[in-house]
Every structure is written in structure tokens, then in C-alpha cells.
Nanobody, 125 residues
Framework: QAPQVESGGGLVQPGGSLRLSCAAPRRTGRNYYVGWIRQAPGKEREFVAA????????YYRDSVKGRFTISRDTDNYTVYLQMNNLKPEDTAGYYC??????????????????WGQGTQVTVSS
């Protein structure tokens, strides 16, 4: 059974906020990214956001731009996803993972290695 490395999920009303945390592996290097992927019931996984571990560049899917912010704590190997103005369509299991690639390939959820069980985010009134 995968360990629980993600936390912070829960039930929130539309317009609310949550902050997800992920305990990332102790790894560094060029072109190494940590990202968040989500999967809604009956749907395929989809890329949400990623951050370059070395330089801190961030990448988002269009539907979360301006609402979600990914960040990292390089001292504690932790990655965060601050989610504001949540919408019902954000409801999903959220997973963090890592990949080595380019700014293009990191948007493909299939390139990621996942470590944990995920954390559930439910947006509902």
C-alpha cells in the first residue's frame, strides 16, 4: 500500500480554499519537477500544476490559472498547492508525483511517478 504523502484535502464550499501538502522525495537535479495531478470519478487523470525543483518555475493547466498556486520548500522537501476560489469541477483525488522532462512533457500526467495515496478534495454546497 502506498504511503500517505499528501495531506490537506477535505470538503469545502464553492469559493472556498484549501492548501494541499506533499512530502516529496529527497531528490534534486536539472529538469526535475514535482507536480499535482488529479482524478475525478469516472475520468482520466489530468495535470494540474508543476514546479521546477531547481529554479522554481511554475506551470498550470488553464482552468486553474489565477486560482491555484504551487510552491516548494526546498529545505523540507515539501510541495504545496494553494487552491482558492474552488469550484465543484475541482472535485477530485489529488496526487503529487515527480518527473524529469521539459516544460512540455511535464503536462502529461503519464510521465509522473506517484508515491502516495492521494488526498480527496470535494467542493460542494
Amino acid at each position: 500500500q502506498a504511503p500517505q504523502v499528501e495531506s490537506g484535502g477535505g470538503l469545502v464550499q464553492p469559493g472556498g480554499s484549501l492548501r494541499l501538502s506533499c512530502a516529496a522525495p529527497r531528490r534534486t537535479g536539472r529538469n526535475y519537477y514535482v507536480g499535482w495531478i488529479r482524478q475525478a470519478p469516472g475520468k482520466e487523470r489530468e495535470f494540474v500544476a508543476a514546479i521546477s525543483w531547481s529554479g522554481g518555475e511554475t506551470y498550470y493547466r488553464d482552468s486553474v490559472k489565477g486560482r491555484f498556486t504551487i510552491s516548494r520548500d526546498t529545505d523540507n522537501y515539501t510541495v504545496y498547492l494553494q487552491m482558492n476560489n474552488l469550484k465543484p469541477e475541482d472535485t477530485a483525488g489529488y496526487y503529487c508525483g515527480s518527473t524529469v522532462g521539459t516544460s512540455v512533457t511535464i503536462r502529461n500526467w503519464k510521465t509522473y511517478t506517484y508515491w502516495g495515496q492521494g488526498t480527496q478534495v470535494t467542493v460542494s454546497s
